[in-house]
């Protein structure tokens, strides 16, 4: 794995950690750590699957603890980390391209356009567990 951490730019491994989401908790959810400093980073690709998770579980009144784990695509996402893959949408179709919506998606962010980020999210989600 050629990922190398921002702050010190040691190598960075990847690790199944569980985060906090007040009251929502989420296990073995692939992180990147560095060795020597301890950052902690989340790949963009993760980031999209999480937001996803969070907005069903945010739905449910009550505290959940999911396991990110039993999503089926899981082992998909680790390989593609590990790898340091992107992937693509079915078909290789323009426009669909992973890293491209990502980018968008951070535009969208900025600029605080709620819908925006909504579908990116949904068109992130559909390429990737497709």
């Given at each position: 794995?050629?990922?190398?951490?921002p702050?010190?730019?040691?190598?960075?491994?990847?690790?199944?950690?569980?985060?906090?989401?007040?009251?929502?908790?989420?296990?073995?959810?692939p992180?990147?750590?560095?060795?020597?400093?301890?950052?902690?980073?989340?790949e963009?690709?993760?980031?999209?699957?999480?937001?996803?998770?969070?907005?069903?579980?945010?739905?449910?009144?009550e505290?959940?603890?999911?396991?990110?784990?039993?999503?089926?695509?899981?082992?998909?996402?680790?390989r593609?980390?590990?790898?340091?893959?992107?992937?693509?949408?079915?078909?290789?179709?323009q426009?669909?391209?992973?890293?491209?919506?990502?980018?968008?998606?951070?535009?969208?962010?900025?600029?605080?356009?709620?819908?925006?980020?909504e579908?990116?999210?949904?068109?992130?989600?559909?390429?990737?567990?497709?």
């Open positions: 794995m050629s990922h190398r951490c702050r010190c730019g040691r190598p960075m491994e990847l690790t199944l950690r569980t985060l906090h989401f007040p009251p929502h908790v989420i296990r073995r959810v992180v990147l750590s560095c060795v020597e400093c301890e950052e902690h980073r989340l963009p690709v993760t980031k999209v699957m999480l937001r996803g998770l969070l907005d069903q579980m945010v739905k449910r009144a505290p959940e603890t999911v396991d990110f784990g039993a999503w089926p695509d899981f082992a998909r996402l680790i593609m980390l590990v790898e340091g893959a992107s992937p693509r949408a079915p078909g290789g179709e426009g669909h391209d992973v890293d491209r919506l990502l980018s968008l998606l951070d535009v969208a962010e900025e600029a605080g356009d709620t819908a925006w980020v579908d990116l999210t949904r068109k992130i989600l559909d390429a990737i567990v497709s």
